[in-house]
């Protein structure tokens, strides 16, 4: 009995304690800190007015894969939830993780505490999907009210906007140990943008000659931009 219900207790505890970490954050927002979070969700909505509805008008309907047309808003609004999700993550992730762990010496206190590195990770991360999640539940109220999807796709979307979120931000995570100084940051912000544009993000993958259209698919953030925008728009996304 003991053997089977002290692993358990273990990992309830460790829980607790990176669940403590993301709490920390939480409790140290402060008004500033509020305005970069209403910047990252106002970033994407931009872009969904200025191209997705301005040039979009232009634009008129897009094909899908399967053959069914589409507004181009709507086209391109998935995507804007899938970039607002890896922006946001990769945010915390990154930026401020290595701001934390490398000038501040925030972790230096923590793990005088019973809190082990995984779990600051662990605790790190949750805070960056809730981050995401934020981002993705505010765009996805405006991608409803402006009709673009339906409400019952919307909820069933954010799941999987949270999955982007947790998959980017494990992935910034992990490229933040690897960082040595600030500068460090240009080469990933060049990276992101790269895959902002090029990702199926404003033009299908299709519209690419053969050989660049296999290095978008290939992007990650290709594959969120197709999974959310299979569960918004419907169909092969």
């Known amino acids: 009995m003991v053997a089977l219900v002290l692993p358990r207790l273990v990992r309830s505890a460790a829980f607790r304690r990176a669940a ?17 979070l209403l910047s990252g969700f106002l970033e994407p909505v931009f872009y969904l007015f200025s191209i997705g509805v301005g040039v979009g008008a232009l634009v008129g309907d897009l094909p899908l894969p399967g053959g069914r047309l589409v507004p181009y808003a709507a086209f391109v609004a998935p995507a804007m939830l899938a970039s607002s999700a890896m922006n946001g993550a ?5 930026f401020n993780f290595f701001g ?6 925030l ?4 793990i005088a505490t019973p809190v082990q590195p995984f779990e600051i990770a662990l605790g790190e991360l949750g805070w960056a999907m809730v981050r995401g999640g934020l981002y993705s539940a505010a765009f996805l109220a405006v991608m409803v009210a402006m009709d673009l999807t339906t409400a019952a796709r919307a909820l069933a979307a954010f799941p ?7 998959a980017f931000g494990a992935l910034g995570m992990t490229v933040a140990t690897l ?17 902002f544009l090029f990702s199926g993000t404003f033009v299908p993958a299709e519209a690419y000659p053969a050989v660049l259209r296999w290095v978008v698919e290939a992007s990650p953030l290709y594959r969120s931009v197709h999974l ?6 419907g169909g092969s996304g």
């Not at 460090?184 to 943008?193: E, K, P």
């Open 90 to 94: 990769l945010a915390e992730t990154t």
């Open 228 to 233: 959310i925008r299979g569960v918004c728009v």
């Open 179 to 195: 960082m040595r100084s600030w500068q460090d940051f240009d080469l990933m912000a060049s990276a992101q943008f790269t895959l």
């Open 107 to 110: 972790y230096d206190g923590v």
């Open 100 to 105: 934390k762990m490398k000038y501040m010496k």
């Open 160 to 166: 999987a906007a949270v999955l982007v979120g947790f």
């Open 20 to 36: 403590s970490v993301a709490e920390r954050n939480l409790t140290s927002l402060r008004r500033a800190y509020w305005l970069v």
